[in-house]
């Protein structure tokens, strides 16, 4: 049972566009919803990260929108570059007693053509 | 301030054969999760350490055992190791706060190869 649903598989924009990452969630109980950044070679790097109680939240080029009644959340990154080119993934986790464990996306890899 | 930091970076395996990996957690970090990607996949949970106890633990089977130790850093071993079983394997540590309850960082893997 796959309980995050990541699309599209992979993505590319033309720098200075705009690029979009959706995702799905299927347990009411997680509130905790981080996305991941990861270059060949390395692990993931924490990007951004976003809990139910607010429905956007912006740092730098990258915001999430999170839609809590559709199960939804998403991925913007704006003004997109060449170096922002890796695997994004997206996470869901619940914060009740000790389940903290990830449970991820399968990943979209997107590609910033200059 | 060092990251999360694994080791070896790369390991080659027969079918069969134990293996051990090896984790030191970010500073001030208590709790060490890990994880293991397959190629094109996200990372899939394995189990969490924390006091030195597995405290959860991911769909995989028994052959995978992990210990923590009373400095944090942790060891995750795998016997009679499978041709599936080759991936990438990921530490996660995390020091879980009343704000920060899930915030992991990873460290940069240990690319494992079964033939």
């Known amino acids: 049972q796959q309980q995050v649903k990541q699309s599209p598989q992979s993505l590319i924009v033309q720098k200075g566009g705009i690029s979009i990452i959706n995702c799905a969630y299927e347990n009411t109980a997680f509130d905790y919803f981080p996305w991941y950044q990861q270059f060949p070679g390395k692990g993931p790097a924490l990007l951004i990260a976003?809990?139910?109680?607010?429905s956007e939240k912006k740092e730098g080029r990258f915001t999430i929108s999170f839609n809590k009644s559709a199960k939804q959340f998403s991925l913007h990154i704006m003004d997109s570059q060449p170096g922002d080119s890796a695997t994004y993934f997206c996470?869901?986790?619940?914060?009740?007693?000790?389940?903290?464990?990830?449970?991820f996306g399968k990943g979209t890899l997107l590609t910033v053509n200059p | 301030d060092a990251g999360v930091t694994q080791s070896p970076t790369h390991l080659i395996k027969t079918r069969g054969q134990q293996v051990t990996l090896r984790c030191s957690p970010k500073s001030g970090h208590d709790t060490v999760s890990w994880y293991q990607q397959a190629l094109g996949q996200g990372p899939q949970f394995i189990f969490q350490y924390y006091e030195e106890e597995e405290r959860q633990r991911g769909n995989f089977p028994d052959r995978f055992s992990g210990h923590q130790f009373p400095n944090y850093s942790s060891e995750l071993n795998v016997n009679a190791l499978l041709l599936g079983d080759s991936a990438l394997y990921l530490c996660?540590?995390?020091?879980?706060?009343?704000?920060?309850?899930?915030?992991?960082?990873f460290g940069a893997g240990t690319r494992l190869s079964v033939l």
């Open positions: 976003i809990r139910p109680d607010v």
């Open positions: 996660a540590s995390s020091r879980p706060t009343r704000v920060a309850k899930n915030i992991q960082y």
């Open positions: 996470a869901a986790s619940k914060s009740g007693g000790s389940n903290y464990k990830l449970t």
